[in-house]
């Protein structure tokens, strides 16, 4: 599939699919736990499977599970049943130990599982996109060194931060190139820490080392997905367009038609109603008035295609998910 053509394709149809990131709500579909459905690639692929059934997407979207890529660097993982997986604790705290960071080989812990998910799910679904997802470099070197502590060195000791971030860019770009080789159509890459940054420090510590990887990676026939639910993110457009995305996916923090004013017309992007807000904690009733808003705020902008601002919780209920399945299609008809 030519996946530049796709994008284009999705800007000029009158009514749109959606096209959010929906993939841990799948464990109540399947009657798993995210504990079952992280460490196994056969229930990842059931799960993307069953999403795709019950829900009329425009692409399939894999799991935004931001702690895959640093449990390869040694980082300690904190698992339970209900919840997304967390990282505990730092890797590297100072220069010495950031020089002796082994760049691991894809396939490593679970990086090998989430790989076999995507090729299995490519065989069950056939009639859309299927996208992986990966963490960005920005985002897995704060994992790896402490979110805090790494604000702080960006300052105090930026030769580390540049030391990890070189090595967090080779692991992401090694991983990509093993979901193309399955047959991946692109990856939703999650630089969230990213969007805590003023547009200098994003300018330096983040866009190119995501330049670098999508320069690696991205083809007419593979794309990367941008996203990025921080809120400053609407400071730094210029940045965001810097990294070469072929899409971009903005969070629920930022206002996002004031966003797309901000950014081409020709590329897609794709927002952002509130994953805990609404998904989680809503009502069908107030997903419902919250999709529509978004779609009423956003939809004269030819580039626009509804979605969550991020990754939409495990345990939201699937009222909620349906009603906004059904805002989307009253809206287009």
Not at 55 to 84: H, K, N, Y
Not at 202 to 216: G, K, L, N, Q
Not at 270 to 278: E, K, Q, R, S, T
Not at 286 to 303: G, I, M, P, Q, Y
Request: net charge negative; aromatic share 8%.
């Amino acid at each position: 599939m030519n996946m530049k053509q796709w994008l284009r394709d999705q800007m000029e149809l009158k009514k749109r699919r959606a096209l959010p990131v929906l993939s841990f709500p799948c464990t109540q579909l399947m009657g798993i736990t995210v504990r079952e459905l992280v460490t196994s690639s056969e229930n990842q692929a059931q799960g993307m499977a069953a999403v795709a059934r019950r829900c009329p997407t425009a692409a399939a979207v894999s799991m935004m599970d931001l702690s895959v890529e640093a449990e390869c660097f040694g980082a300690q993982i904190r698992f339970t049943d209900d919840e997304v997986p967390t990282v505990v604790g730092a890797v590297v705290s100072d220069p010495d130990q950031a020089e002796a960071l082994q760049v691991p080989a894809v396939g490593a812990d679970r990086t090998g599982i989430y790989v076999e998910a995507i090729g299995k799910t490519k065989e069950l679904i056939t009639d859309r996109p299927v996208l992986a997802g990966v963490i960005g470099p920005f985002s897995l070197a704060g994992r790896l060194m402490d979110m805090t502590e790494i604000m702080i060195n960006c300052y105090e000791e930026p030769e580390m931060v540049h030391t990890v971030l070189d090595k967090a860019a080779q692991f992401i770009t090694d991983y990509i190139r093993a979901y193309k080789e399955v047959g991946a159509d692109g990856v939703v890459m999650a630089e969230p820490a990213a969007g805590l940054l003023s547009p200098s420090i994003c300018e330096e510590f983040s866009t190119p080392y995501v330049r670098r990887i999508i320069d690696a990676v991205q083809t007419d026939d593979f794309i990367v997905v941008y996203h990025n639910c921080g809120n400053s993110v609407s400071l730094m457009p210029d940045q965001v367009v810097a990294t070469g995305a072929a899409a971009y996916h903005f969070g629920n923090a930022i206002d996002l038609a004031e966003m797309l004013g901000k950014l081409p017309d020709d590329q897609l992007v794709m927002g952002n109603v509130d994953p805990v807000g609404a998904f989680f904690n809503g009502t069908p009733e107030s997903v419902r008035a919250d999709t529509r808003k978004v779609l009423e705020a956003c939809s004269d902008h030819r580039n626009f295609l509804i979605s969550s601002g991020c990754d939409i919780p495990p345990r939201s209920p699937w009222e909620n998910i349906d009603a906004f399945f059904t805002a989307v299609e009253e809206f287009y008809q």
